[in-house]
């Protein structure tokens, strides 16, 4: 921004100063010949500079305020209007509030139902498994097995229906021998029940060289052999009756030098599955 200003040198000045004296001083003696010569410095000289100012040092300018809006004032009708907006909105937020919360409490119900109430798989154990005469080395000629199963029911309102349950022993992963350990039962919940049988004869597929086998193992000190028992098993709760399920049980079962059950795998779990 560029702005001009004038000002008078000094020994022009002084002139000027000395003129204004000079005609003041007539004024106060004038004489006919001294008025006509006087003549009035109209305008004094001058010379001209420019001044750049910067932006810093620009002089503020005066910004003048937005007018404020109009109020405007509705009518009735208007504010009716929005208080029965309101309340539409208020009463769809309680509505919805109560509909969330029953349907919270309505999904716990269910899930604690669920949880009491969900059927457990039935819990198969060995709890004896007996070979007698395995330490005589013709005890094949009389060879036979006797095992205990135990069944339990852990569920609180279910219970088990059993059918065309089945025993198979397996040594080495080749069957030696099977039985049907009971045609069908019902187990009430919260129930054990235990089931015996005694595999020998045609039942017991056992010569002289797997007896040989079985001794071998003896002498390391047991013989591994694997139970597997085989069921058709419906649920019952209450009235309502589940499908049929096969249910599979494969135990694990170690004997000892004297042919009876070791420790490690007496009342052992067995590892259940259905198909």
Not at 115 to 134: E, T, V
Not at 230 to 252: E, G, P, Q, V, Y
Request: glycine residues 4%; hydrophobic residues 35%; contains cysteine.
């Amino acid at each position: 921004m560029t702005r001009t200003y004038s000002f008078l040198p000094e020994d022009k000045y002084l002139h000027s100063l000395t003129s204004i004296s000079t005609f003041l001083a007539k004024l106060q003696n004038p004489t006919p010949q001294t008025l006509p010569s006087i003549k009035i410095l109209s305008k004094p000289p001058s010379f001209s500079c420019q001044v750049n100012m910067s932006t810093a040092q620009q002089l503020p300018t005066h910004h003048q305020r937005e007018p404020k809006p109009i109020k405007r004032h509705h009518s009735a009708g208007y504010y009716v209007n929005r208080v029965r907006d309101s309340l539409t909105t208020r009463i769809s937020k309680i509505i919805c509030g109560i509909f969330l919360t029953l349907l919270f409490i309505g999904g716990v119900a269910v899930f604690i139902t669920w949880l009491s109430l969900r059927p457990h798989r039935p819990r198969i154990l060995i709890s004896n498994f007996y070979i007698p005469g395995l330490d005589q080395p013709d005890g094949f000629e009389n060879a036979e097995i006797s095992f205990n199963v135990t069944a339990r029911n852990a569920n609180r309102a279910v219970g088990y229906y059993y059918d065309s349950v089945e025993a198979f022993v397996y040594y080495r992963d080749r069957a030696i021998g099977s039985t049907p350990l009971v045609d069908s039962f019902y187990q009430e919940p919260k129930n054990t029940t235990i089931l015996s049988k005694v595999l020998k004869g045609a039942t017991l597929d056992v010569n002289s060289d797997r007896w040989r086998v079985f001794r071998k193992d003896r002498a390391r000190g047991a013989v591994v052999f694997r139970l597997d028992v085989t069921a058709m098993i419906r649920f019952k709760l209450s009235t309502w009756d589940s499908k049929r399920h096969r249910m599979h049980a494969n135990c694990d079962v170690a004997v000892g030098r004297d042919g009876s059950i070791l420790a490690t795998s007496k009342n052992k779990r067995c590892p259940v599955y259905f198909t």
